[in-house]
């Protein structure tokens, strides 16, 4: 090949026949640009000024190219040998030719030595500034810049969008329309894409009304980013719509709209929309065997993935990903090591990534063994992996074993620490988990947001409200991200430490901002935890006034809240109201309450009648809430019942003995009741003790 990365001198190009004229017509070239070289090289003698002029430009063209930096290095020299560097336009084209081989020194130094500036030059130094990540002098150009048309501001919002800047890019595209400059199909494109990460559902249409304004909502660039913006803030009816009136569709904007559903759980809709398809890519079938993996039917995304096999495509490593990776959410073994042999196969056990989902396929299924296996068969450089291990043990509750890896580890990073910090909060290990978060901070590591939730629950278990103060202030002082799961822990851990006040004075801070339930429900069930019954209830009615999806927590806290204010009416209703409006099954979390409920109405009877239309047995929770129930209200009957299934469940059960005991002797049964208390001495049961704790 003649050009490489060291590419030999031009002048020793092979001889080529002179049989072979050069004929042009523009600047543009039709040519293989390697042939084009040798064909310039050949017959540069005996050309018109204005010929030669022409061949340089669409050389330089070739060698921008094809990245042939040497090449264009000794073009740069005959131009100057020729005397046309002061050739405006053969200027430019070495500019470009610098840029776009990555010298940008170069295209600077000659970029500087131009008399004046001029548009064509400028653009192509913001375009070289822009490719190389430089934004800043990218700016300066461009803020300089004695005239800006489309292609200028064009580039920069570009160039800031790529890089995550996606207001800045926002405020440059407002710089153009108020500077009358019209946008085209490539800025439209790329301005819709840059809002699909700032969201709002408003600035979605308005941005679709200035299409259709512009005429260019029959672009399918443009409208394919409206359709992709609107299935990102959530609404696939109205991209379903676009989708729908477009004139024309590629393969993009097919995958685009199905992606959306997918996204969205509709997998029914997107499996109609698939079927549509009449040239399916990797893309498409992925897509589609991801919606089945996101609602977690398993079933369902193996025919699919068995029916792209059979259509002739092989899969992609971030299908196999998602395979595998919903095997072990599922403990499907088999499965996955079905896909785990195909990816061995396909030769993607290499990757770090994949390495790590392997391992957590066989932690999640339970089988530490293999997973330990892999572990030693992969790349040990890998700390994906090393996380992944330390993961599956905590997840198997085998927390020494992942604290010997841990402190075994040659490097750690932020996802090492804060998985054994969540693996000392989640075994109640939280001056542990304190002191490694510590030992972090102090190793030069910056915690992230999944990092501080752990702290957080860490500090909310000890109930002390000092630390909270601090790991709060250091959120703040550090700039981490202040996400919904963090707000949450934020709210529990004030709630927990005492400080109900404080914890209504963040949530009402963050309330606007949320797109889920987390915080609410740490607001719901800390208010409730207080006593606050009311004030509880009225933010859960806020919350149903919201676009926020209700989850079985929430449910835990409301249902909480009408125990501590007698509310049995009002529980009932919310508590039918999780299966036949909200489609939430209840858990024996929902029944303990519901049975609290009722007990303490006095209504022991219907309590009783729950406990028996349970979908799951009553653990000793719930049959010693009945027994308390029983008691306070005076019912032999059901509390002799409910002690009798207690005792089945837990012989040694303490409290059960003197709840019976009183029971029998309030109902003037003396013996039965001394009876049970000598039980009780023989047995030598014992009530766990309360204790209390004076907490700065």
């Known amino acids: 090949m003649l050009i490489s990365l060291r590419p030999k001198s031009i002048t020793s190009l092979p001889h080529l026949s002179a049989a072979s004229p050069l004929k042009w017509v523009s600047t543009a070239t039709t040519q293989n640009p390697e042939d084009h070289l040798r064909l310039f090289f050949k017959s540069r003698t005996n050309q018109t000024h204005i010929d030669y002029e022409r061949q340089l430009v669409s050389l330089l063209k070739s060698c921008a190219t094809l990245s042939a930096l040497f090449q264009g290095q000794q073009l740069h020299s005959l131009v100057l040998k020729s005397g046309l560097d002061s050739n405006t336009f053969i200027n430019n084209s070495l500019i470009s030719m610098y840029a776009k081989c990555g010298s940008i020194s170069g295209a600077e130094s000659l ?55 996606w207001r800045e890019a926002v405020e440059v595209f407002r710089d153009m329309r108020n500077a009358g400059v019209m946008p085209n ?69 097919w995958n685009v709209m199905l992606n959306g559903y997918s996204k969205a759980g509709l997998v029914h809709l997107a499996r109609e929309l698939f079927e549509r398809i009449d040239m399916k890519d990797v893309v498409s079938w992925g897509t589609m065997i991801d919606g089945y993996v996101q609602v977690e039917c398993l079933s369902e995304a193996l025919m699919m993935y068995r029916a792209m096999l059979r259509a002739g495509l092989g899969p ?52 530490m063994i293999a997973a330990h296996l892999q572990f030693e068969n992969g790349i040990k450089e890998h700390v994906a992996s090393w996380n992944a291990l330390i993961a599956g043990y905590i997840r198997n509750q085998m927390i020494d074993q992942a604290s010997l890896l841990f402190d075994e580890m040659p490097e750690r990073d932020v996802f090492s620490w804060s998985s054994m910090i969540s693996g000392y909060t989640q075994t109640e290990r939280s001056e542990l988990a304190l002191e ?27 109930g002390t409200l000092k630390e909270g103060i601090w790991a709060h202030e250091y959120i703040c002082e550090n700039s981490i991200p202040l996400n919904d799961n963090l707000s949450a822990a934020i709210i529990d851990m004030y709630a927990k430490c005492g400080s109900i006040n404080t914890a209504l004075k963040v949530f009402y801070q963050i309330q606007h901002k949320t797109s889920s339930v987390s915080p609410w429900n740490a607001i719901i069930c800390g208010l409730a935890l207080h006593g606050h019954a009311a004030m509880s209830l009225e933010i ?29 009416e009002a529980g009932e209703r919310y508590f039918k109201s999780m299966k036949n409006v909200y489609h939430i099954q209840p858990n024996i979390k929902h029944y303990g309450c519901m049975v609290d409920l009722l007990g303490r109405a006095g209504r022991v009877e219907d309590a009783e009648k729950m406990i028996r239309s349970m979908p799951m047995k009553a653990d000793v929770v719930i049959w010693g809430t009945l027994l308390a129930a029983c008691t306070t ?32 002797a309030d109902a003037g049964k003396w013996e039965a009741a001394s009876l049970e208390r000598r039980i009780m001495q023989s047995l030598r049961l014992t009530r766990s003790p309360g204790h209390s704790d004076v907490v700065w």
């Open 316 to 367: 992609n490593d971030v299908m196999l990903v998602d395979l595998i990776s919903v095997c072990g959410r599922l403990e499907a073994i088999r499965e996955g090591q079905q896909f785990h042999g195909r990816i061995v196969k396909e030769g993607f056990d290499c990757y770090d990534f994949i390495q790590a989902t392997i391992i957590n396929f066989y932690a999640g299924c339970g089988e």
């Open 540 to 568: 859960f009615s806020d919350l149903q006034r919201r676009d926020i999806k209700l989850n079985s927590i929430t449910f835990i806290g409301v249902l909480s809240a009408c125990c501590h204010s007698g509310l049995v």
């Open 185 to 253: 199909e490539l800025t439209m494109g790329t301005v819709i894409s840059t809002f699909s990460h700032l969201g709002g559902i408003w600035n979605c249409r308005m941005l679709h009304g200035l299409v259709v304004k512009l005429q260019l909502d029959g672009m399918v660039l443009v409208s394919t980013n409206l359709v992709k913006v609107y299935c990102a803030c959530k609404s696939v009816w109205e991209a379903r719509s676009l989708f729908d009136e477009m004139p024309e569709r590629n393969i993009v904007s």
């Open 436 to 462: 490694l978060f510590r030992r972090m901070v102090s190793s030069g590591i910056q915690p992230n947001e999944i990092t501080m939730v752990s702290v957080l629950s860490a500090i909310a278990d000890l």
């Open 633 to 664: 209200h005076g019912n032999l009957e059901i509390g002799e019942m409910a002690e009798k299934n207690l005792k089945l469940l837990d012989p040694s059960h303490g409290a059960s003995t003197v709840l019976m005991s009183n029971l029998l």
């Open 111 to 165: 970029f500087g030595s131009c008399s004046e500036l001029d548009p064509v030059s400028c653009n192509i130094m913001v375009a070289g500034y822009v490719k190389s990540g430089d934004l800043d002098n990218a700016r300066q150009v461009f803020d300089k810049m004695p005239v800006r048309g489309c292609v200028s501001y064009t580039t920069m919002i570009m160039g800031l969008s790529r890089n995550g800047f």
